[in-house]
C-alpha cells in the first residue's frame, strides 16, 4: 500500500485530534465507565474522519479504503481500546449497509447527520442467547400496514446509551425460524416509543466505551427504515461484518506495536542488577520476535486492504486478520504485563488496561472458534 502526501496529511489531522482532544481525557473517562460521544465525534466529523469512503453527497469523502487504514493506525494509538471500538462502530459497523443499501431518505435522514458527528449510531445484532449465531436471533418485526412493530432484546451494544438510532438485525418472516432467510436491517430511532436501554454492562475491559442491553417492546417504525431489499439483512450484515472485522484487525495491530515501543522503553529505563532490564537477550529476543509478528501481520493487513480496494471480496482475509491479530495481541499484553512485572499488575499502569482490553479481539465481532470454522468451510472441511 503506497502512501500519499494527502494521505499523511490526514494522519496529522487524526493525530493531533488524539493527542489533543482524546489521550489527555482517556483515565476520566475510564473511570466514569463512558466517554461523552455527543461533544467527540462532531470534531471527528470536523477532519473527516467518520465518513472517509461514503459519497460526498451525504457527507462523506470519497476517498479509497486506505484513507481508512490510516485512520484506523492512529486511533490504535488511543491509550484504550473502547474509544476507538466506540468511533469504529460510527464510521465501519453500524453505517455500511445504510450507505450501500440505503434509500436516499434514509441516507438524508440517518447516514448523513452521523457522518458530520450530530448522531451517534450502534449496530444491533447479537442477542441474550444468539451472539455468534447470527441465523439464531428472536427479536421479530412483524408487519401493521406501512409499519414495523418490532419486539425483542438486543446485547453488547457498543454506544447503547448513547445511540441516537440503531442499525438493528429483526427476524421480518419467521417462516423459516433458526434460518438465515427472512431477516432485515431497519434503522430504529432510540426516540421511539417502546425502546429502552435495559441496563448498561459492566465490562472487564473497554471500560470507556458504553455498552448496553436494549428492550424493544412493539416499538414501530415505518417499513421505509428498512435497509435495501427486506429479506436480505443477514446477507447485508454478514457483508458489514467484514468491514467491523478488517477496521477492527488494523486499529488492533496499531495497539500492539504502540505497546511494545512503551514495554521496550521502560525495560530500558528499568535497572536491576545493575543494569536495564533491556540488556537481557532473552527480553530482547522475545521482543524482536512479536514486532516480527506485527510485522507480517501488518503485511497481511495491508495485502487484505489492497484487495477491499480492488473491489474483491475479502471475507477469507477479514476473517483470518481477525483471527491472527486476536491472538498476537494476546500475546502481546501477556508478555507486556510479564515485563513490567508487579508494576504490570497494577491498574495505575498503562499495560494492565492494555491486558484487560486486548481480550476482546478474539471475542467480539465474532469469537475466534466463529473464525476458525469461516475458513474450514472456505477450505471445503466439515461438509456433510
Not at 486511533?75 to 453505517?95: K, Q, Y
Not at 438486543?154 to 442499525?167: E, P, R, S, V
Not at 465490562?203 to 416499538?219: C, F, H, P, Q, W
Amino acid at each position: 500500500m503506497q502512501f500519499t502526501e494527502e494521505h499523511e496529511h490526514f494522519r496529522k489531522s487524526v493525530r493531533r485530534l488524539v493527542d489533543e482532544e482524546i489521550n489527555p481525557y482517556v483515565d476520566e473517562w475510564e473511570e466514569a465507565g463512558i466517554f461523552p460521544a455527543h461533544e467527540l465525534f462532531p470534531k471527528l466529523g470536523e477532519i473527516g474522519a467518520l465518513g472517509l469512503e461514503y459519497d460526498p453527497e451525504f457527507g462523506g469523502g470519497g476517498a479509497d479504503h486506505s484513507f481508512t487504514y490510516v485512520l484506523a493506525q492512529e486511533l490504535g494509538r488511543i491509550d484504550c481500546a473502547g474509544v476507538p471500538m466506540a468511533i469504529a462502530v460510527e464510521t465501519s459497523m453500524a453505517t455500511p449497509a445504510l450507505a450501500r443499501y440505503g434509500s436516499d431518505e434514509l441516507k438524508r435522514t440517518y447516514l448523513e447527520p452521523t457522518l458530520r458527528g450530530d448522531m451517534v449510531c450502534s449496530i444491533a445484532v447479537s442477542e441474550p442467547d444468539a451472539g455468534s449465531d447470527v441465523a439464531g436471533i428472536r427479536t421479530r418485526a412483524v408487519r401493521d400496514g406501512d409499519d414495523w412493530v418490532i419486539t425483542g432484546r438486543k446485547m453488547w451494544i457498543t454506544n447503547g446509551t448513547q445511540a441516537d438510532w440503531l442499525c438493528l438485525l429483526a427476524r421480518t418472516d419467521d417462516s423459516q425460524p433458526g434460518d438465515y432467510h427472512g431477516m432485515s436491517l431497519i434503522i430504529v430511532p432510540t426516540t421511539t416509543p417502546g425502546f429502552s436501554v435495559g441496563r448498561k454492562i459492566e465490562k472487564m475491559g473497554n471500560r470507556s466505551s458504553d455498552t448496553a442491553e436494549i428492550v424493544l417492546d412493539e416499538v414501530r417504525v415505518p417499513v421505509t427504515n428498512t435497509i435495501g431489499e427486506e429479506g436480505r439483512g443477514f446477507q447485508q450484515q454478514m457483508a458489514q461484518f467484514q468491514d467491523e472485522r478488517l477496521v477492527g484487525a488494523y486499529i488492533a495491530l496499531a495497539g500492539a506495536r504502540k505497546a511494545l515501543d512503551r514495554t521496550k522503553d521502560y525495560l530500558q529505563q528499568r535497572v536491576a542488577f545493575g543494569k536495564p532490564l533491556l540488556a537481557n537477550q532473552h527480553l530482547q529476543y522475545r521482543l524482536a520476535e512479536l514486532y516480527a509478528d506485527v510485522d507480517l501481520i501488518d503485511g497481511f493487513l495491508q495485502h487484505a486492504a489492497d484487495r477491499y480496494l480492488a473491489g474483491h471480496d475479502v471475507t477469507r482475509e477479514a476473517t483470518v486478520a481477525k483471527l491472527k491479530t486476536g491472538r498476537m495481541t494476546r500475546e502481546v499484553a501477556d508478555t507486556c504485563v510479564q515485563y513490567h512485572g508487579g508494576m504490570g499488575y497494577a491498574e495505575e499502569m498503562w499495560v494492565a488496561r492494555y491486558f484487560r482490553d486486548s481480550r476482546l479481539m478474539s471475542i467480539g465481532g465474532g469469537a475466534d472458534e466463529v473464525m476458525l470454522r469461516v475458513i474450514t468451510m472456505l477450505e471445503g472441511m466439515g461438509k456433510k
